[in-house]
């Protein structure tokens, strides 16, 4: 099963910690978005006031049983006027050991029960996967919320998280406020039916048709595989699985699940981490359908990896460029000065970035720390490799590398710090950085 949604809003925050473990509570929000079938029932000449809207969202890491000592609410604004006008909230009903999707509306000073439905749009008889999960949807009538095709204007949703440890606090968690028009989306989509309301088929050769509005050159689509336990997304390999996937909505296709480059054949060492890596949208390969697993990675290029590593997060860079030799009208302007912002980076003495200069192996495994919030960590009185000795000026970083179990080495017990990362190397580097520490949290 597949739910596919207009992306609303993305996280950047990886959590470094939590008011207590996963399973007491729904952690941070990752991704959310909103789809509605309005525009497939027009398209199909029905009436789209009968269509239905829903939410999508994930979490950073998965929670066991979702109850009402975890609250997922969905606040709506459906007039503009900047007040929540329904919330949609998952919760449970006396006597049913189901999660529901309660919908309420605001009826002067008090909230109005308007109707309730089952969390991800089935009952028990239907497998939607809502254990052990970092995804869900919440789905109602658009006439529930009073949207109709005649009165079709953008509404604004804000998603917000708590527990029952952090009753009377501020929320655990809220996005910012999203906008979405129901009957006219920026993206909407056709596909094979899973037989569930809201969700396509997820299997391979499903095919999948975004209808992108004219001028929405920006828009991008948060894909949530309920099901994808294991295995990358691309059906190849062996790694952990996302169930969370954001996809660049194109004039050709929305959903290239099948993301190759011709300079990277099958047969390629890094084949599998280059491929997740495309469909993750973390690269974008070159114009002329290359990757050049080869090349050296330069420092601008980095920047935007981890910009897209961590949900291209909304950023407003500032008007004055941080470094020299970054103008605002860098093509990686953005990204840099996100990685700054962060402490990812801290560029050279003399002011400068240098952006086209080759990352060095050294210098990679600080960004990683950095990334991952500095984690506390006792760098081993021993070396882990024989070229880079507890002196040197990334030893702590290089090591935590090594601990966690993202770099390897050479086989002759060298790193070579001062050499230059390929970029079919950083794929690797990336991948099992995901892996070990990201999909961890």
Not at 27 to 32: A, I, P, S
Not at 62 to 73: A, M, P, Y
Not at 88 to 111: C, S
Not at 120 to 143: E, F, I, Q, R, Y
Request: hydrophobic content about 40%.
């Amino acid at each position: 099963m597949l739910g596919v949604f207009e992306l609303g809003a993305a996280s950047g925050r990886i959590p470094t910690q939590n008011l207590t473990v996963a399973s007491d509570q729904v952690v941070d929000v990752q991704y959310v978005g909103a789809a509605s079938d309005a525009p497939a029932l027009a398209a199909a000449g029905k009436n789209p006031d009968e269509g239905n809207l829903y939410f999508g969202i994930s979490t950073w890491s998965n929670w066991d049983v979702l109850h009402s000592g975890r609250s997922v609410e969905v606040s709506v604004d459906t007039n503009g006027d900047g007040q929540q006008d329904y919330v949609l909230e998952v919760a449970r009903e006396k006597g049913l050991d189901f999660p529901l999707v309660k919908v309420w509306k605001a009826t002067g000073d008090k909230w109005d029960f308007i109707n309730q439905y089952p969390l991800n749009s089935a009952w028990g008889d239907t497998d939607t996967n809502m254990m052990d999960s970092n995804v869900m949807v919440l789905g109602a009538p658009l006439k529930d919320l009073g949207l109709t095709s005649a009165n079709a204007k953008d509404i604004s949703y804000t998603v917000f998280t708590n527990t029952w440890l952090n009753e009377g606090s501020d929320d655990v968690d809220r996005t910012e406020k999203a906008t979405f028009n129901p009957f006219a989306p920026k993206v909407w989509f056709e596909g094979e039916s899973a037989g569930v309301p809201g969700f396509f088929a997820d299997r391979a050769g499903a095919e999948l048709t975004a209808h992108r509005q004219a001028g929405a050159f920006e828009a991008k689509a948060l894909f949530l595989h309920m099901h994808n336990g294991t295995g990358d997304l691309s059906g190849i390999g062996a790694g952990h699985g996302e169930r969370a996937q954001v996809v660049e909505v194109s004039a050709a296709s929305a959903n290239s699940r099948d993301a190759r480059f011709k300079d990277v054949p099958a047969d390629n060492q890094f084949y599998t981490e280059i491929n997740w890596l495309a469909q993750r949208q973390i690269t974008l390969g070159y114009p002329d359908g290359t990757f050049r697993p080869g090349e050296n990675v330069e420092r601008g290029a980095m920047a935007a990896f981890f910009y897209r590593l961590n949900g291209s997060p909304q950023f407003t860079p500032p008007t004055k460029p941080t470094f020299s030799d970054v103008p605002t009208n860098h093509p990686f302007y953005k990204e840099i000065e996100w990685m700054a912002a962060r402490g990812i980076t801290t560029g050279y003495g003399d002011g400068t970035f240098r952006p086209s200069d080759s990352v060095n192996r050294d210098a990679m495994a600080a960004f990683f720390y950095r990334n991952a919030g500095s984690p506390q960590f006792a760098a081993p009185a021993r070396a882990p490799f024989a070229d880079v000795p507890a002196d040197s000026q990334f030893y702590k970083e290089i090591a935590w590398l090594a601990d966690q179990g993202i770099t390897k080495g050479w086989d002759d017990g060298t790193y070579r710090p001062g050499e230059p990362i390929h970029r079919d190397a950083m794929a690797a580097f990336l991948y099992r950085y995901h892996e070990k520490v990201l999909s961890r949290r």
